[in-house]
């Protein structure tokens, strides 16, 4: 069984950086596509970023394409998040995700493994 625990959310500027990560407990975590979703309130989770389970595809959503990295190690258990130039509109609860099904996509439903969430606020 996975679990999963994000952190390294917080207050940031606009243009500012973080690094989110995921940390994973289990054996089977190198085996499954992660993701990263984010939510405000009185909105729908919306897909963030994808990737495979050896890192070596990525999706992301076109508000994030070219600002936001999604990374994994495995053999430390952790994806990670890379965010640069973040915007206000960038500001959300962001939850990890893993797809036991073993399917990449930018589909929350398709992913049925999910952490607590970590805040990231931007002020401007």
């Known amino acids: 069984q996975v679990q999963l625990v994000e952190s390294g959310g917080e207050l940031v500027q606009t243009g500012g950086s973080l690094r989110l990560s995921c940390a994973a407990s289990?054996?089977?975590?190198?085996?499954?596509?992660m993701g990263w979703f984010r939510q405000v309130p009185g909105k729908e989770r919306e897909f963030v970023a994808a990737t495979t389970w050896d890192g070596g595809t990525q999706f992301y959503a076109d508000s994030v394409k070219g600002r936001f990295t999604i990374s994994r190690d495995n053999a430390k258990n952790t994806l990670y998040l890379q965010m640069t130039n973040l915007k206000p509109e960038d500001a959300a609860l962001y939850f990890c995700a893993a797809a036991r099904s073993g399917i990449l996509t930018r589909s929350q439903y398709e992913f049925d493994v999910w952490g607590q969430g970590t805040q990231v606020t931007v002020s401007s």
């Open positions: 289990g054996r089977t975590f190198s085996s499954y596509p």
